[in-house]
């Protein structure tokens, strides 16, 4: 059995495709596995694997700590994760974005004969993004670009209009070892899915699950809309990543139709949450490129479990995937609910296709 080190600096609980991939390699017990990550910091429930060798963590940074404090943290996540693959001695390595890629850089340097290398970016990150960001993030991201994105197997993105702009930003890099790996739910949520949604629904029900911002997403839009909607439109909020003023603002709301829970809901009772609802919310603004060509976790969650999809025309990462049951908007100029869906009947038999299990085959094969 190989030996496999999975390097993921940010905390695994924030980024269920990481958990759901940890997911697939403990069923199909392929690999002899190890991950390095760092604790989450904000009360989520701790993934853990009673196959997997062992999750090594580090304490993870936080906003508040100085800067200093921060990079002592960063640091000795990256002299653990060394010293812990320095004895693991992996066969094949995968690393998540450039926060993973220091220690990944200093042990293939010195000990990477006959080791693979495999890495997949959650983000897309463009150079504005590097050039304002952390100086030791953006000097890892230089190792990355004259050793490690060389040496790679395989990089992969999320949707093929991140791997172009990833492709175009490395333009030397070999297009056979670019790849696509979306960001899909596990299969197994397919069971809490009702084909079919029932017609003439006296109130709608909308929810949104994630991180919240009133900079970056259009949740003030959304729930102004829904207040003048008066009952036909109910909205639930699950968001436990949000600034000071979205949770000053979302409280001060004090509506029957709009209840925001502050704890959001752990990934696993996602499928029986979301099955209560009718329609599912994407909010991001798009300011950057990122978001702009980004098709996020929750288009796929949302339909899998039965829902319609509202999202902002402005997130063309989105339109590849349009069908009658996701529904392109302009959140500042929002028609009536009556207009939006005027036959609520909801077909999802297409939801089979955005399975987990379906996205990772060609990476699972790659790495035996």
């Not at 695994?12 to 604790?39: M, R, S």
Request: glycine fraction near 4%; aromatic fraction near 16%.
């Amino acid at each position: 059995m190989k030996r496999l080190a999975v390097v993921h600096y940010l905390p695994l609980e924030f980024y269920p495709p990481a958990v759901n991939l940890l997911n697939a390699f403990a069923e199909k017990e392929l690999f002899n596995t190890k991950v390095w990550t760092t604790h989450n910091n904000k009360q989520r429930q701790v993934f853990k694997s009673p196959t997997l060798t062992s999750i090594s963590r580090t304490i993870a940074p936080k906003k508040s700590d100085y800067k200093g404090f921060r990079l002592l943290k960063y640091l000795l996540f990256n002299f653990k994760t060394f010293m812990g693959l320095l004895f693991f001695n992996p066969e094949v390595i995968l690393y998540y974005e450039s926060y993973s890629a220091g220690p990944v850089y200093w042990y293939l340097k010195y000990f990477g004969n006959n080791k693979r290398l495999f890495i997949h970016c959650h983000e897309y990150f463009d150079a504005q993004w590097y050039a304002k960001g952390m100086s030791l993030v953006k000097l890892y991201h230089t190792y990355e670009k004259n050793y490690l994105y060389p040496k790679a197997a395989w990089i992969s993105q999320t949707n093929t209009d991140r791997i172009q702009m990833f492709a175009s930003d490395h333009p030397k890099l070999p297009s056979g070892i670019l790849k696509v790996v979306p960001n899909y739910p596990p299969q197994d949520w397919l069971r809490h899915t009702n084909l079919i949604k029932p017609d003439g629904h006296t109130v709608i029900k909308t929810v949104y699950v994630g991180s919240l911002s009133l900079k970056d997403t259009f949740i003030k839009e959304y729930c102004d809309w829904v207040l003048k909607q008066n009952g036909k439109v109910y909205f639930h909020i699950y968001a436990y990543n949000l600034h000071d003023d979205t949770i000053a603002y979302l409280k001060s709301l004090n509506s029957d139709y709009i209840v925001f829970y502050t704890k959001g809901v752990e990934y696993n009772k996602m499928p029986a949450l979301l099955a209560d609802y009718d329609i599912g919310l994407i909010l991001y603004k798009a300011h950057t490129k990122n978001y702009k060509y980004n098709a996020p976790n929750k288009l796929f969650e949302y339909l899998v479990c039965g829902l319609k999809v509202f999202y902002p025309d402005v997130m063309l990462g989105i339109k590849p995937y349009l069908t009658e049951n996701i529904i392109p908007l302009n959140f500042k100029n929002m028609t009536s609910i009556d207009a939006l869906v005027p036959n609520f009947k909801t077909s999802v038999a297409s939801a089979s296709d955005y399975t987990a299990e379906d996205a990772f085959k060609e990476l699972l094969h790659e790495l035996q």
